[in-house]
């Protein structure tokens, strides 16, 4: 950890100031929270590397955990697409291709975008722009962390690899007449019950 003192010292305003007295404890707790996130010196370096670019942002030292996040791989490193790209291949999957090629496989470029169309559905049809995004990048998220820790995706299960076979009901009905108007009368009924079905799930934890 004693490379870890310098780049705190130089960049962190606070640190020389704040961990002078109990340096080695404070250093133990950094270590110790780095072993338990099972990273290594290739991380700790990592991590290190990163303080200047953090100090521009917030010049205070990171706590151990925030640091121990600075020292996972970032998704360029583990091979894997930005947000951006998972987000536009998720697009071009639900919104493009099943309705123009029904029944057929997307041939997805990263195995981190089929994972994410697995876990939103069809809900993302009819979602507004922001909670799409909102919906991806949770989605998103948690596999990252889950290559971030494991150092690679697990493998998608042999028996959901025609996940988008047989065709969903509702790009059967929009194929054959057309994706129905959000304006309508029925289209907006439908809206509000969902809100509403919606408010009562969260009444009802908030209750509990």
Known sequence: MGELVPAFNMYCRDFAGKFADVLVETMKEYGRQLVKANLGVVDLRRGIERVPGRAHENPFTPNPVEFVEMCRPSAEELGLPSFDECYDEVWRCIDVFRRDHPGEDYPFKH??????????????????????????????????????????????HEAIADFTDPEPLCFQYERKFGRPDPNSPLMREIARIRESAKEAKHTTKRSQ
């Open 111 to 156: 195995r981190l975008s089929r994972f994410v169309v697995r876990d939103i559905g069809t809900d993302f049809s009819s979602a507004t722009s922001e909670r799409r995004r909102a919906m991806v990048s949770k989605s998103y998220q948690k596999y990252l962390r889950v290559a971030q820790v494991e150092g690679n995706l697990p493998e998608i």
